[in-house]
């Protein structure tokens, strides 16, 4: 049987995201953005329990409900190292580690950049990854503390992944990520599949989940031949509005 997951949005422009493994009932969040949203999904699924609390990295809005819902629902949190800084994990993880949700196998892979410690969960046999800051729709993460060698390593590593990956990114941020790629590409292919996420949002629609296909042909962070590309790139994303 294979995973069954769980989107909503939380805070402004987060997304959270619940997965249940079907053999044993076992449920898990990535980040935790907001602990009583987060429960209110729980609930809403008829699930009635949320076993493990799976963190990508230390920002507050990916962290700031891990102990409530440990207090709630008894949840373990795992996360990467850096975590500390906000909560206590119950276990760290970082590259080569295996978490598992009952008969669900997750892979971690550090990608640092974004954070220095930042992590992704890999579920390799659903093609499923959920990438946290780093991969966004048409977009990646900010430099915060990695260099750009650093985030143009991780990001390349994942466009290895097979084109079949689904990319469940952290935050709806594809239509200004779309208007900023169509500042370096005017083919027809990329203006048809921005008219559909503007389309999309008009309509109150997520445009997440995305595909690594479609990451791979279109989101200019992937595009870029190089370092040097890449960087002035992510400068130039900086400051667009």
Known sequence: MS?????????????GFLLRDPASGL??????????RISLE???????RLDLVLLTHWHPDHTGGAAELKALWGAEIVGPAEVER???????VDEGDRVTLGETGFEVLELPGHTLGHIAFHHTAG????????LFALGCGRLFEGTPAQMFASL????ALPDATTIWCAHEYTETNA???LTLDDSPA??????????????GEPTVPTSLAIERRFNPFLTAADVEAFTARREARNGFR
Do not use: K
């Open 3 to 15: 995973l069954e997951i769980r989107q909503f949005p939380c805070l402004s422009d987060n997304y």
């Open 27 to 36: 449920v898990a969040a990535i980040d935790a953005p907001d602990a009583s």
């Open 42 to 48: 729980v609930q809403a699924a008829g699930w009635g």
């Open 86 to 92: 906000v909560v206590a994990p119950d276990r760290t």
């Open 127 to 134: 093609a499923n990854l959920f990438s946290g800051d780093v």
């Open 156 to 159: 390349q590593r994942l466009a």
């Open 179 to 181: 208007r900023f790629a």
């Open 190 to 203: 990329l203006a048809a599949h921005a008219e559909a996420i503007f389309a999309a949002r008009a309509r």
